[in-house]
Every structure is written in structure tokens, then in C-alpha cells.
């Protein structure tokens, strides 16, 4: 994903630095361009297409396969990040906790089960991972383990460790990967249990082969590093947490709001897909793309910020298309109404992208409202 927002940029540049050919023989610059795209468009692979036009002119500098329909990628981390702020609000928290079934001595020695349950939080791992990809803004095992250590004041373990992923459905990538684990692709592994995105290294080069199994394996490790005796034959092992269980510690993944930044901002296809899976988990009946898909949709569906608008302060211009089906003149002056000083502008003979079927007389509106607000 982010290899080819670089090769975008670059072509952004070429197209900028170069003037449009006023007749029908192409000028160097225009070769040079073509050139330029050309290459980008082979280092992009087959399954991307190009459409690049003039929006002063109307002309096309540049087509290829521009006709054949595409997924709309990236611009689906709208629509889920934007339901996840409606939805759970922007100070929520994804949870990873510590349950128990048996009892702690006066000691310190527990004697009994431990639980790693997952709570479908993407940034949960180790403390060094944590500060390389996210900033130490994460949720990481050590601090798990520190609030276990000091609400129990445990000191040794007697007993099984079983990692619970179960938060989650167990396929690991996303519909254009058939559901199968692709690091490249998706850029970790999925479930409601999983320990550095699923990487077995820090590189991000090798999967881990049972996420939730390995995420309690590296809990017993932190454990010992915090200095509370875990034998060697401790029995590791992946399962449910009972209804019997008492929920013994818990650390916190960053709040929503930083969630968000940290996966729109590089556009981070694992942190997406994970709310995605959390959507449906907490709305949708089920932690899976779909039960999440299904969920954005219906909150796109119902959202309405029609309320908001009188509370806009700033200065507001509101343009469409006379023949917009999407969003229709009736509704963007209903808008305009009611934002205090808000203006409407009505672009005859075009449809959603008035800027780009009519850009001059797009641009004249703009400028005229903005030097009206010097």
C-alpha cells in the first residue's frame, strides 16, 4: 500500500511539471510523461488501471484500462474508521486481559489455570515491537503482565496457560487474499489473539503458525521476565476461557481516536481490517468481515449530521451539480441553509464531479468565494 502512494506521488509530479499539447502531435513533454506513467503502471502490476485528464482543458493525457472496474482499496478505511468513531466514540479501548480459575497463596503461588484472552486489539505485542511500529502507543504484553503482577503479587505458577483468540473468527486475511494468511497483502495476520501482527520476526517476513498459541507462549516468557517462576513443562495450549473464570488483569490498546491515526494515516491495511472483525464482533453478532461489513454499512446507511450543521462556525461553501442523483441540488442547499453564512453555488449540465466536467466554471466559483473572504 504504501509503495504505491510513493509511485502516485511521483507521477503527481510529472503531471504537474508538464504542459498540456495544444495540438494533436504529442510534445516531448507529453511523451515524457506517458513515459513516466508507463513505468509506474508496470511497477504497479496489471491488476491497477490509470485515468489522467487536464482539468483545465478536458483533455486526456493518459488512459490505461481505465474502463475496467476496480475495488475501491484504501477508501474503504473511510467507511470503517468512520463507523468505528460513530459507533464506539473516540476515547474506547480494545482489551487484552488475564483470567484465572484457582486460587493465589499467601505467598504469592498460584496454582490453577491462566487465560490469555484476546479482545481483537491489533497493536497488542511486545513493548520493542510496540516502539518500532507504533510508537510505544500500543498495548504490550509487558504492561500486562506488570498490572497482573501487582493486583495479585503472584510469584509462581502451578499450572496450564491457554491463549483465547476465540473474540475473532480464525481466518487470518481478508476476500481478496480467499480468507489465507498473506503478510504482504494484508500486512499481518488476523484473529482476536495475536502478538506482533502476527510476525515471527521483527522484519515481518515470517508468520506466526497458530497466533493465539503463540501469544500465550510469549505471555509465559514476559512472566519469567518479571522475575514469577513458570516451569518449563508448563502445558501451553490454545482454548476458551470458562464462565467460571475471574478476570485477574488487563491492558488497554490506545485510544480510538490514536487507533485511527495509526490506521489512516499510513493507511495500515491490518489495523483496518482488525476493526473491521471488531465492528462486527461488538454489532454485528459475529467477529467477521462480514458481520463488520455489514455493520459500516448500516451506520453509513443511518448517518445523519444534519443536526451539527448550525453548530459550524466557519465560513462554508456548498457546490453541486444541477443533475447530482447522489446528492441532489434539494439536499446541498438544505445544507447550505443551515450552516449560519453558508452558500450555495449550482453548476449547470453536471452531475457528482461538477469540478471535473465543468473545472472553469468549477474554479470561477471558487475564487470568487474566496476572494469575497479576504
Given at each position: 500500500?504504501r509503495?504505491v502512494?510513493?509511485?502516485?506521488g511521483?507521477?503527481l509530479i ?12 504529442p510534445s ?5 510523461l506517458t ?6 503502471m508496470?511497477s504497479?502490476g496489471?491488476a ?6 487536464d ?8 488512459s490505461d484500462?481505465?474502463?475496467?472496474g476496480?475495488?475501491?482499496?484504501s477508501v474503504?478505511?473511510?467507511y ?8 464506539l466514540?473516540?476515547?474506547a479501548?480494545?482489551?487484552?486481559s488475564?483470567?484465572g480459575?484457582?486460587s493465589t497463596?499467601?505467598?504469592g503461588a498460584w496454582t490453577?489455570?491462566?487465560y490469555?484472552k ?5 497493536t497488542?505485542?511486545?513493548?520493542g ?9 500500543g ?17 509462581s ?6 491463549g483465547?483468540g476465540s473474540y ?5 486475511g481478508t476476500?481478496p487474499?480467499?480468507?489465507g494468511?498473506d503478510?504482504?497483502d494484508?500486512e ?6 495475536v ?10 517476513m515470517?508468520?506466526q503458525h497458530?497466533p ?5 507462549q510469549?505471555?509465559a516468557?514476559?512472566l ?5 517462576a513458570?516451569p518449563?513443562?508448563t502445558?501451553?495450549?490454545t482454548?476458551?476461557?470458562p464462565t467460571?473464570?475471574t478476570?485477574l ?5 490506545p485510544?480510538l ?12 491495511n ?5 476493526l473491521?472483525k471488531?465492528?462486527?464482533?461488538q ?5 467477521t ?5 455489514l455493520?459500516c ?7 445523519d449530521?444534519i443536526?451539527?450543521?448550525p453548530?459550524?462556525k466557519?465560513?462554508?461553501?456548498v ?7 447522489g446528492t441532489?441540488p434539494a439536499?446541498n442547499?438544505?445544507i447550505?441553509?443551515?450552516i449560519p453564512g453558508g452558500?450555495y453555488e ?9 469540478n471535473?466536467?465543468h473545472p472553469?466554471?468549477f474554479?470561477?466559483?471558487m475564487?470568487?468565494?474566496?476572494d469575497?473572504?479576504?
Open positions: 500500500m509503495r502512494v510513493l509511485t502516485w511521483a507521477v510529472a503531471l504537474a511539471a508538464a504542459p498540456v499539447a495544444a495540438h494533436a502531435q516531448p513533454a507529453a511523451i515524457a513515459r513516466a506513467l508507463n513505468l509506474g508496470s504497479i496489471g491497477s488501471g490509470a485515468y489522467v485528464v482539468l483545465t482543458s478536458g483533455q486526456v493525457l493518459y484500462a481505465a474502463a475496467v476496480r475495488m475501491p482499496a474503504e478505511k473511510l470503517t474508521t468512520s463507523t468505528a468513531l460513530l459507533k466514540g473516540p476515547t479501548t480494545l482489551t487484552t488475564v483470567w480459575v484457582g497463596s499467601p505467598t490453577g489455570t491462566l490469555l484476546g479482545g481483537g486489539d491489533p497488542f505485542g511486545s513493548a515491537f510496540d516502539r518500532l511500529a507504533y510508537g510505544s502507543a498495548a504490550t504484553v509487558q504492561r500486562l503482565v506488570a498490572d497482573l503482577v501487582a493486583a495479585t503479587h503472584i510469584t505458577i502451578q499450572g496450564p496457560i491457554i483465547d475473532l473468527d480464525s481466518l487470518r476476500p487474499t480467499h480468507f494468511g503478510l504482504p494484508v499481518g495476520l488476523l484473529g482476536g489473539l502478538f506482533n501482527r502476527g510476525f515471527a520476526n521483527l522484519s515481518g515470517i508468520p497458530r493465539a498459541l503463540y501469544a500465550a510469549r505471555f516468557v514476559a519469567r521476565a518479571a522475575r514469577v513458570v518449563n513443562s502445558p501451553i495450549y482454548g476458551q476461557v467460571t473464570a478476570e488483569a488487563a491492558v488497554s490498546s485510544p481516536a490514536k487507533l485511527l491515526e495509526l490506521t489512516n494515516t499510513p493507511s495500515d491490518y489495523l483496518a481490517e482488525t473491521l471488531d465492528l462486527g464482533a454489532f454485528g453478532g459475529a467477529g468481515t462480514a458481520a463488520g461489513f455493520g454499512a448500516a451506520a453509513i446507511l443511518n448517518f449530521n443536526p451539527k450543521l453548530s459550524i466557519v465560513p462554508t461553501l457546490v453541486c451539480g444541477s443533475d447530482d442523483a441532489p439536499g442547499k438544505r447550505a441553509e443551515l452558500r449550482e453548476i449547470a449540465d453536471a452531475r457528482h464531479f461538477p471535473v466536467e472553469d466554471v474554479n470561477r466559483i475564487m470568487r468565494w474566496l469575497s473572504r479576504r
